[in-house]
């Protein structure tokens, strides 16, 4: 069921979802196999600066688990779900911060602290 909530998503973080292919490309990092109600994610290798986009990151799960959280408590809400929906946009805010502090030192997409 929890999977039945991306059905009408076309795009997460950025990413064409891609249904029922069994092979990844590095434009299409995300699957959704429907008939094993199973998703996959191809995880970014390196830096983007140093590789360029070979998959999503982290967010682009998150966002994904949200996505479904936020399908599941359409149907049954409650404040549990609601808890888990506040917690996930506090994850993606932190890693949104992350990512500007390390663009204001200059070190993003690259392998330095």
Same mark, same amino acid.
């Given at each position: 069921?929890?999977?039945?909530? /991306? ?7 950025? &990413?064409? $979802?891609t249904?029922?292919?069994? @092979? &990844?490309?590095?434009?299409r990092?995300?699957?959704? &196999?429907?008939?094993? @109600?199973? %998703?996959? &994610?191809? $995880?970014? @290798?390196?830096? %983007?600066? !140093?590789?360029? $986009? @070979? ?6 799960? %998150? ?5 479904? $959280?936020?399908? /599941?408590?359409? *149907? ?13 946009? !506090?994850?993606? /805010?932190?890693?949104? *911060?992350?990512?500007?502090?390390? !663009?204001?030192?200059?070190? !993003? ?5």
């Amino acid at each position: 069921m929890a999977l039945e909530t /991306l059905k009408d998503i076309k795009q997460i973080g950025g &990413f064409e $979802i891609t249904r029922g292919v069994s @092979n &990844f490309s590095k434009d299409r990092p995300i699957f959704i &196999f429907d008939d094993l @109600n199973q %998703i996959s &994610f191809q $995880i970014q @290798n390196g830096p %983007i600066k !140093e590789f360029g $986009i @070979n998959g999503c990151q982290v967010d682009t799960i %998150i966002e994904t688990a949200k996505i479904m $959280i936020e399908g /599941l408590n359409s *149907k049954f809400p409650c404040r549990e779900n609601a808890m888990v929906i506040t917690k996930l946009d !506090e994850a993606i /805010l932190w890693l949104r *911060k992350r990512k500007q502090d390390r !663009e204001m030192r200059g070190v !993003e997409g690259k392998s330095e602290k």
